[in-house]
């Protein structure tokens, strides 16, 4: 017979294992059992027959053995295994003194195969089944059909003893031990079922809480209480600058991280103590000598008892954190400043007003020659200068929060640039040329701002430009990471180069800063104002300068600069957790 080809399950092929080995060590023991019982009971019945039977077991053990892998289904084996086995012991019965061989009881197991592999309703067939076949082999054996197997009972019943009590007896037996073993095999079965689906529930949440570790931001690293690395994630490797997180489990901290010895002195004393750190801030020295600033907290890991099974160290890196908190200290301070320099700019203001219209009244009342004349000409010169210098420093302190809108930045280019030829201030003997590789590039930004911004870097541009020189302005987009350890994000890059002379590399640091010029009659605002304004729009400005190239400023705008601010609140809110 050929059987359909299937997967033959682990599960499936130990249980066959299992039970044709534990079904030839019963058969061995049964059968030599029933050999000495008519050896011993000086029977002179010849026990060939039993042998015999035992070696039929063991070929039709081998026959259903190999059925099953073939193909066989496993529960249509199961069942004519219980079919032999249930005439196999009755034959044993029949060779060892008939019905009233203590053999009888034997029947229980092929019963307990029925209930261990189907259950109640299994154990209850079988039950009926083994029933059936002794009380079928009873009767005949009383009713003298069976013939005279041998002149003497090897264990002979009671004379008084009735065939139907025994028949009832052994039904009863077989019946419990059916219902029995069928309920302690569906009981198993179900714990077994709960405990697979506990292990894997287990075997998720290790696997949910693996996931969250490997994944977190903050380095985690968990010691034992030898000082060993029992756990390090991929964020702890990062910031320290170490190999694979999964290389280091197991080896020592301090021969991990020598160079960091303030990170090894709190991680052992945590140790050492059983006292656990709040959060705190604290430095280390990575192999280069730079500083890292990390934020840490340390926690004891305890067993259910409450030992100590070591520590749990949590931190981050605090670089980013530091510059927000110098950023926001600069601002306070400018902050105070401005406030303070507005009220004074206002007090001259008023003055300085009065002054300049008297000088005007009487320079155009008084006649005056010589060095009288340069004098008043010097006099109001300076009264300008004074004044520009004043507007521009009360329109650098009270530079507006940004408005932001979507604004073309080729067209607000060609708008400033239409306004600046028609000034009387601008060189006309400069070319200026816009190249734009991404045209009609928009960014979110405040239109009025950024127009600002542009007229600031031509108008420096042109001024550090001799006749006959050129100013390349170039529009494209670019993917820029616009801050340390931020995405890249979609960027219009704006290019002002000039063909002036260069910038001294003693100037370049300080160019954008307020009040410093190398101009003569410059107030120093001009360059300071474009990069407050840019870096209100999440962008930045850099300038490059090289001998005989001129100099090119160059301005970065995020196109979604708006977005930029929910970063700025998410480092506020670390640098007020720290």
Known sequence: MRFPSRAVSREDEGNVRKLTFLRLVVATLVVGAAIVVLQVGGVSQPVGALYGLLGAIYLITASIYLAFRAGAPLPTLIWIEIVLDCAVLTMILHYSGGSSSLFAILYILPILCGGAYFQVSGGLTTAVLATVVYAVYTLLEFGGRLGQVSNARALPAESASSPLLRGYLSMAVFVLTGLFSGCLSGYVRRKKEELVDKERELQRMQHHTDNIIMNVSSGLIV??????????????????????????????????????????????????????????????????????????????????????????????????????????????????????????????????????????????????????????????????????????????????????????????????????????????????????????????????????????????????????????????TVMKALREGSHTEECVSIEFENTGPAIPE???????????????????LGLAIVARIVESHYGHVRVASAEGRGAVFSVVLPVYGGCGARHEEVLQEEFISF
């Open 223 to 476: 010691m034992n209480m030898a000082g060993e690395i029992v756990t390090c994630n991929p964020a702890a490797a990062i910031i320290l600058e170490l190999q694979a997180a999964g290389e280091l489990e197991g080896r020592l901290i301090q021969d991990t991280i020598p160079h960091m010895s303030a990170l090894v002195q709190e991680l052992e004393g945590a140790l050492a103590t059983g006292l656990p750190r709040r959060r705190h801030e604290l430095e280390v020295r990575r192999r280069d000598g730079t500083v890292l600033p990390l934020g840490i907290s340390i926690s004891l890991l305890k067993a259910e008892s409450g030992e100590r099974r070591g520590v749990v160290a949590i931190f981050q890196d605090l670089t980013e954190v530091h510059h927000m908190r110098e950023k926001v200290r600069r601002a306070d301070k400018m902050a105070a400043i401005g406030e303070l320099s507005t009220a004074i700019a206002h007090e001259i203001r008023a003055p300085l007003a009065s002054i300049c219209g008297s000088i005007e009244m009487l320079a155009g009342e008084l006649t005056l020659s010589g060095d009288n004349r340069k004098l008043m000409e010097l006099v109001l010169k300076e009264s300008d200068r004074l004044d520009r210098i004043i507007t521009d420093f009360l329109e650098f302190a009270r530079l507006r929060k940004p408005a932001f809108e979507p604004v073309d930045v080729e067209r607000c280019l060609n708008e400033v640039l239409m306004l600046l030829r028609h000034s009387t201030d601008l060189n006309t003997n400069i070319s200026i040329e816009i190249t734009s590789n991404a045209p009609h590039a928009c960014v979110n930004a405040d239109d009025e701002q950024i127009r600002q911004v542009f007229l600031n870097l031509v108008i420096n541009a042109c001024e550090a430009i001799a006749d006959g020189g050129r100013l390349a302005i170039r529009i494209d």
């Open 506 to 524: 003693d100037v370049l640091p300080h160019i954008f800063e307020p009040f410093y010029t190398t101009k003569e009659g410059g107030t120093g």
